[in-house]
């Protein structure tokens, strides 16, 4: 929430995108570093900022996904709630969660 104080949601593409830019910046200086922590919230951020510039309504209950930076890992969605995909990995069907569209990459 830097452009103004504005939560994602309520930000142009064009300010996301620029969110977008500034967040990489910080997380390849954290990273340089070696400021883990910085580094992972970082990473997290841009992860949200990158959904809001998605379209909710591409992702379908009952579809799977791989998931971004689990190779091998698919997500099966049961319904939408805003920018999160509810549902579960394959690899453990029990377990509930909710990922950033952002990391749902179409097979």
Known sequence: MTVNNKRYSEMTEY???SEIATLKEKARKAEQLGIVNEFAVLERKITMAKSYLLDPRDYKPDEIYEIEG???????????????????????????????????IKD
């Open 15 to 17: 300010e996301l995108k």
């Open 70 to 104: 689990a190779p091998g890992e698919s997500f099966k969605i049961n319904y939408m709630n805003g920018i999160f995909a509810w549902g579960y990995r394959l690899s453990t069907p029990n377990v509930e969660e909710a990922l950033p569209i952002s990391m749902l």
